[in-house]
């Protein structure tokens, strides 16, 4: 993997298409992403995206934006009376869309910490932080302080309850290791969702869901088809994703499996589900689709 420093001119991006009704600005501490070659970049759906990777293959390259909480302190002001005038006066945050604010070589460049110091100083109104790591619980002082001045909410992402998936990478981060530090983050007080995104063949839904009912507070449930920005996910069906799910079960292509696992859920933790984007917004419950 190449890894380099850039410094960037703007860090608080205004959100379209996908993230519009989800929060005004997305934060992206990293270009690129070290879990690329592990499970969870089979699916993933930044590597589609031609101005993040410029060509390059996924998981080839992070590029550490050095100056970000530099760059957060001099123009937030301007960002929120941006979100202020243009989406409905809250001012919200998703870190990050685009990259995984725990990637391994945070522990060497501090990027997410330090914007995560500059929000402290000077909070949004709504932040998402969406990680696949269970490294998460490195900050959980700095995400604990942060939830007393702001809408927070940690999004843990677990796809599957499958500790491995033959014909595919090893996770970047254990099943158990990802719901240890949900549950950890819930007891310090942080509200935590788990996110089955993208969704994967799951082995035993029953338990799967009661397991994040007992770990987080809410779950939100999304399909590729639909979410990696195609109506057909045609962009995932280009990858080796689909052809390792029809070897478990070729009904989880479907959204109608999506929807099955949604009535599963549902019925465990009624008012705790969130489908798709809605899911993503914090809008839970069948009203809410």
Same mark, same amino acid.
């Given at each position: 993997?190449?890894?380099?420093?850039?410094?960037?001119?703007?860090?608080?991006?205004? @959100?379209?298409?996908?993230?519009? @009704?989800?929060?005004?600005?997305?934060?992206?501490?990293?270009?690129?992403?070290?879990?690329?070659?592990?499970?969870?970049?089979?699916?993933?759906?930044?590597?589609?995206?031609?101005?993040?990777?410029?060509?390059?293959?996924?998981?080839?390259?992070?590029?550490?934006?050095?100056?970000?909480?530099?760059?957060?302190?001099?123009?937030?002001?301007?960002?929120?009376?941006?979100?202020?005038?243009?989406?409905?006066?809250?001012?919200?945050?998703?870190?990050?869309?685009?990259?995984?604010?725990?990637?391994?070589?945070?522990?060497?460049?501090?990027?997410?910490?330090?914007?995560?110091?500059?929000?402290?100083?000077?909070? &949004?109104?709504?932040?998402?932080?969406? !990680?696949?790591?269970?490294? $998460?619980?490195?900050?959980?002082?700095?995400?604990?302080?942060?939830?007393?001045?702001?809408?927070?909410?940690?999004?843990?992402?677990?796809?599957?309850?499958?500790?491995?998936?033959?014909?595919?990478?090893?996770?970047?981060?254990?099943?158990?290791?990802?719901?240890?530090?949900?549950?950890?983050?819930?007891?310090?007080?942080?509200?935590?969702?788990?996110?089955?995104? &993208?969704?994967?063949?799951?082995?035993?839904?029953?338990?799967?869901?009661?397991?994040?009912?007992?770990?987080?507070?809410?779950?939100?449930?999304?399909?590729? $088809?639909?979410?990696?920005? !195609?109506?057909?996910?045609?962009?995932?069906?280009? !990858?080796?994703?689909?052809?390792?799910?029809? @070897?478990?079960?070729?009904? @989880?292509?479907?959204?109608?499996?999506?929807?099955?696992?949604?009535?599963?859920?549902?019925?465990?933790?009624?008012?705790?589900?969130?489908?798709?984007?809605?899911?993503?917004?914090?809008?839970?419950?069948?009203?809410?689709?």
């Amino acid at each position: 993997m190449e890894i380099s420093e850039t410094q960037v001119k703007n860090i608080l991006t205004r @959100t379209t298409g996908f993230l519009e @009704t989800v929060s005004s600005h997305s934060v992206q501490p990293y270009r690129g992403c070290s879990y690329g070659n592990s499970l969870c970049g089979v699916g993933c759906y930044v590597q589609h995206n031609f101005w993040v990777t410029k060509g390059r293959a996924w998981g080839s390259f992070l590029e550490a934006r050095t100056n970000a909480a530099d760059v957060y302190r001099a123009t937030v002001d301007r960002e929120r009376r941006w979100a202020e005038r243009n989406r409905g006066g809250v001012f919200g945050i998703y870190m990050s869309s685009s990259t995984d604010p725990f990637v391994p070589q945070e522990s060497r460049f501090g990027i997410t910490r330090s914007l995560l110091d500059a929000m402290l100083e000077q909070s &949004p109104d709504v932040l998402i932080v969406q !990680t696949h790591s269970h490294r $998460v619980v490195d900050e959980m002082d700095r995400l604990s302080a942060l939830s007393s001045g702001c809408d927070l909410r940690v999004h843990v992402s677990i796809e599957t309850d499958r500790e491995s998936v033959m014909g595919l990478p090893r996770h970047a981060s254990s099943v158990s290791d990802r719901f240890e530090a949900v549950k950890r983050m819930k007891e310090s007080g942080v509200r935590t969702v788990v996110t089955v995104s &993208p969704l994967l063949s799951i082995e035993d839904p029953q338990r799967f869901f009661e397991c994040i009912a007992e770990s987080a507070d809410s779950v939100v449930i999304d399909h590729f $088809v639909e979410g990696d920005g !195609t109506p057909d996910g045609r962009h995932t069906m280009r !990858t080796r994703l689909p052809d390792v799910l029809r @070897t478990i079960d070729a009904e @989880t292509l479907s959204l109608d499996y999506r929807d099955r696992m949604v009535a599963i859920a549902e019925g465990i933790m009624p008012g705790r589900v969130g489908v798709h984007i809605d899911g993503f917004a914090g809008r839970l419950g069948p009203q809410a689709s």
